[in-house]
């Protein structure tokens, strides 16, 4: 909630203008699914195949993130909302900038991602729910996390002692077990040309 007296300031240069110039309109495409189901990685390959394309596009990775942004929060549930909220208003801003903003987040609970789609206007918010089975992410846990979660040693993990809540109708849905991480990036980037994201080849 803003505080009292805050005024939204509106520039000089119209939205439209921006994204004349980069010949893109901006949108955020949010990758949700459980720790290991490969967003990050999904999301990296996405942003250079965009660029390749001649798209201007960044990714907002939950782990960079963490580093500076978001390094005063935990992982209770008010702290993974209060991430949430932040990341949306970081991708709400990139999205008025013109850019195609790429977040990789676990982001468990609908209701935070809705409250992220809400910030940017219809048509701009892909949600893409990187479907990967449980015990996949467990057989990959890159970064031991699931071990240490069954092990007690990490409390509020999603999958294991906090919901994960998927999304019941997101713009674009990977089943990762039977595609590489490049494969869902190429299955993404037609799936972002089909909902008249990208600019016309």
């Avoid at 203008?17 to 949700?32: F, K, M, N």
């Avoid at 942003?47 to 993130?65: I, M």
Wanted: proline letters at 5%.
């Amino acid at each position: 909630m803003s505080a009292p007296n805050i005024t939204w300031h509106h520039g000089l240069v119209r939205p439209e203008e921006r994204e004349s110039l980069l010949g893109q309109r901006g949108a955020v495409i949010w990758l949700t699914g459980l720790s290991g189901a490969g967003k990050s990685t999904i999301a990296r390959h996405l942003e250079l195949l965009l660029v390749q394309s001649r798209c201007f596009a960044y990714v907002l990775d939950g782990d960079n993130l963490r580093h500076g942004l978001n390094a005063d929060l935990g992982f209770s549930t008010q702290d993974r909302s209060e991430n949430i909220r932040r990341v949306g208003s970081v991708a709400q801003l990139f999205s008025d900038a013109g850019v195609l903003c790429i977040t990789a987040f676990i982001s468990p609970f609908r209701e935070d991602r809705a409250q992220a789609r809400a910030l940017v206007d219809e048509g701009r918010f892909i949600e893409v729910f990187v479907d990967t089975p449980l015990a996949l992410c467990e057989a990959r846990d890159p970064k031991g996390l699931y071990r240490r979660a069954r092990a007690g040693e990490i409390a509020h993990f999603t999958g294991i002692s906090s919901p994960y809540e998927a999304p019941e109708n997101p713009e674009v849905h990977l089943h990762t077990r039977d595609q590489t991480p490049e494969e869902s990036a190429r299955q993404l980037l037609d799936a972002l040309g089909s909902l008249r994201v990208l600019p016309p080849a």
